[in-house]
């Protein structure tokens, strides 16, 4: 056994039990953790959502969820029966203020800290939150983890904080990001603050621009409805990709805390420069996806998308380019991209290096004398540095070629898998830790940035550039990047 598990034990508590990213993300993290010994021996699970189900139905649902979603090799019998002795089941109509009585009796303060996970449409927030407080279900320790999106604009967003925080303290309150509990985000911290062959370059002296790829091959799964009222920007941009645009732009904490690293995150959201009616049209592009085939499937345009009410101007691409006023950034552009049909899954953050100033090398082989760190999240994560080196040969003379120091998570250990992100993120929740957690006042300033934007796109009266599916985006966000004269890494 480990000695994580002297951690305190903890009545974790699921709410939307039954819903998609319970079955297909939590149990199966849940289940890793169990399987590595990382829940208090003392820790139950326990699935709450509506039903009539008892408890050896729910069970048996989570292990045909484990068998369809885990790898078979990853699925041990005896490894589940002890799992399935932590799985109890609420049933519970989120709407009915009675039944949280069945919380209030279950759970055991005294033994026990209460986390509360909701897996529900942010709507209910605040009904079950108020639900929990006035059946006294709650603790001063009780923690509450609150999925995105947390609203659809600042208002919103400050509306269903304010909720929330009637009921708890901002101290137990954990908002998600998955991204944030990825093996290789959380590297950037290391490779930036524990290497000075990388931390003493980090800035506008030695970087010519950044740029951050979020790519899906997907479309909008059947979320016609509610994607249609939100769009890439607020879908993506708001908090995965500026996420990432601060672990990568962000100061060195002056100590590694939850505060410490989330107060550098703020001052970089609140140091991006606004993009406005004036310059919108140079710094944002906005595209939708028509009729196309990913990876040799043919897929409908967004319009002819199940559930469309026909046509709109709503985005599923998003290319931007940002700025970051402040000493260390000033001068350095990042771009970003996301969307949806694009023709690889892929979520990468490249750091481009400038030249040498001065170049001695044969003119026809300047273009490849660039340095590059490519950080990959996924679809296998780890960290490659593009490096320029001299051909192994007697007749090429000083002729250079481009290659790659690869750091690949996955081959230092082919017994080791890279845990998931929301094992991680579960695992510090239920241990109090909230540095891979968005504090309220960066959600709040991301909001501020982001509704600026959709105000300029709102003024100018900007339409969506329709874009293939199984294709990069529009051309207009070629044209972004190279009107700078640089181009996106494929």
């Given at each position: 056994m480990?000695?994580?598990?002297?951690?305190?034990?903890c009545d974790f508590v699921l709410f939307g039990a039954k819903g998609d990213l319970a079955m297909r993300k939590l149990f199966p993290a849940l289940y890793y953790l169990?399987?590595?010994?990382l829940l208090n021996p003392a820790t139950?699970?326990?699935?709450?959502?509506?039903?009539?189900e008892g408890n050896d139905a729910f069970v048996a649902s989570i292990k045909a969820t484990l068998e369809r979603f885990l790898p078979a090799a990853d699925f041990d019998e005896t490894v589940w029966q002890g799992f399935a002795q932590r799985l109890h089941f609420l049933a519970v109509d989120f709407a009915e203020a009675k039944d949280f009585q069945r919380i209030a009796k279950f759970v055991d303060h005294g033994q026990r800290v209460m986390v509360n996970y909701l897996a529900t449409p942010p709507a209910l927030y605040g009904g079950i939150c108020r639900h929990l407080h006035d059946a006294k279900a709650l603790s001063?320790?009780?923690?509450i983890i609150l999925e995105k999106p947390i609203g659809k604009d600042l208002e919103s967003s400050k509306e269903i904080n304010d909720t929330v925080s009637r009921y708890f303290s901002e101290s137990q309150i954990y908002r998600i990001d998955h991204y944030l509990g990825k093996e290789t985000v959380q590297n950037l911290i290391a490779l930036r603050f524990a290497n000075n062959l990388f931390g003493s370059q980090w800035n506008q002296n030695f970087i010519d621009h950044v740029q951050i790829t979020v790519a899906e091959t997907v479309g909008i799964e059947g979320r016609w409805s509610y994607y249609d009222q939100v769009g890439q920007m607020r879908d993506m941009v708001q908090n995965h990709l500026l996420q990432l645009l601060c672990m990568v732009a962000m100061d060195p904490p002056s100590q590694l805390t939850a505060d410490g690293i989330r107060d550098e995150k703020l001052k970089v959201l609140r140091a991006l420069r606004p993009i406005t009616q004036e310059n919108v049209a140079k710094r944002a592009v906005?595209?939708?996806?028509?009729?196309?085939a990913v990876r040799g499937q043919a897929c409908p345009g967004y319009a002819e998308e199940e559930g469309s009410k026909g046509a709109s101007?709503?985005?599923?691409?998003?290319?931007l380019r940002a700025s970051i006023d402040n000493w260390r950034w000033a001068g350095v552009p990042f771009y970003l991209r996301t969307g949806k049909r694009m023709p690889n899954k892929m979520s990468e953050i490249v750091i481009f290096y400038k030249n040498q100033p001065h170049y001695i090398f044969d003119p026809k082989q300047k273009a490849m004398v660039h340095n590059k760190l490519i950080i990959r999240l996924q679809p296998d994560e780890g960290i490659r540095l593009?490096?320029?080196?001299?051909?192994?040969?007697?007749?090429?003379?000083?002729a250079l070629q481009s290659r790659a120091l690869n750091l690949n998570f996955s081959d230092q250990d082919e017994e080791r898998r890279t845990p998931d992100a929301y094992e991680r993120l579960l695992?510090?929740?239920?241990?109090?830790?909230q540095s891979l957690f968005v504090r309220r006042d960066e959600v709040e300033a991301s909001w501020i940035w982001c509704d600026a934007l959709v105000e300029a796109w709102e003024e100018s009266h900007d339409e969506v550039r329709p874009y293939s599916a199984g294709t990069w985006g529009p051309i207009g966000s070629i044209a972004l990047i190279e009107r700078d004269g640089r181009s996106w890494h494929e």
């Open positions: 480990k000695a994580l598990l002297q951690d305190q034990p169990f399987r590595e010994d139950r699970i326990v699935g709450v959502a509506r039903g009539e001063p320790k009780s923690r906005r595209g939708q996806y028509t009729a196309g101007n709503t985005e599923t691409f998003v290319a593009q490096v320029v080196t001299k051909e192994q040969s007697l007749d090429k003379g000083m695992l510090e929740a239920m241990r109090g830790n």
